[in-house]
């Protein structure tokens, strides 16, 4: 393969944001690593798939060696991969808290890791991440706290790599998405959930697409948490 060509990971890559994220980059010549735990065999050859646990760091090492056997390199970390879930906070069990750490706050640690440590011996790279508009933007119809936790805390170690790794040929940006219509939410919802939105509509899939293909463009972009959610972190 043509070590030149860009190289992206992506996270959670079997369905909704990931497979849409991993369409959108073959299409503008990216090689892609697709990784999830159902995730199975591409019949692109640009494409390498790795399935596993995104919470385990043998599997975040298992992702990058792909990267780096398959293609060379390492250009662009989306992670993608993550977990929901809304309930009052004296209701959450340790069941749901330790998946909850374990998909988003280990599985954005040990990819994000090991990926820029090829990406510092390449002398650049970017890794972009999926938080909520919920961490800036609590509602009172959403209970969610875990995510707050979770993906809040993604997005504060976001600035804080963006500004470790400034000098270094290395960018860190976020996307704070509002309610995307993916098969997680059913139809039956879509209308209660429409309405969540200042604009009054969900986000579709291609919307936070096309704002990783921004950030991955925008050289001069780092440290950035970029809202994707119809106005919802502009507030009611």
Do not use: C
Not at 60 to 89: H, M, Q, S, W, Y
Not at 161 to 168: F, G, P, R, S, T
Not at 183 to 202: F, I, Q, R, S, Y
């Amino acid at each position: 393969m043509n070590n030149q060509q860009k190289v992206a990971i992506v996270t959670g890559a079997s369905q909704g944001i990931g497979a849409g994220a991993v369409q959108a980059l073959r299409e503008r010549g990216y090689f892609v690593v697709a990784t999830s735990r159902s995730i199975t065999r591409s019949d692109d050859r640009g494409v390498a798939t790795v399935a596993g646990d995104i919470g385990s760091a043998e599997t975040a090492r298992r992702i990058v060696d792909e990267a780096v056997k398959r293609f060379g390199r390492i250009d662009l970390l989306l992670n993608n991969a993550g977990i929901f879930t809304a309930k009052p906070f004296t209701q959450f069990g340790e069941a749901d808290f330790e998946a909850n750490i374990s998909t988003n706050l280990a599985g954005f640690f040990h990819i994000t890791q090991a990926a820029v440590a090829v990406m510092e011996r390449q002398g650049s790279g970017h890794v972009v991440s999926i938080t909520t508009s919920l961490v800036d933007h609590p509602n009172s119809s959403v209970p969610s706290v875990l995510a707050s936790l979770t993906k809040g805390g993604i997005a504060a170690a976001t600035r804080s790599l963006a500004i470790e790794y400034a000098k270094k040929g290395i960018r860190f940006n976020a996307i704070s998405p509002g309610i995307i219509k993916t098969p997680m939410h059913p139809e039956a919802t879509h209308d209660w959930l429409a309405a969540l939105h200042p604009v009054g509509h969900m986000g579709e899939i291609r919307d936070i697409v096309e704002a990783l293909l921004y950030l991955d463009s925008a050289s001069f972009v780092t440290g950035e948490i970029l809202h994707v959610d119809g106005g919802q972190g502009a507030g009611h």
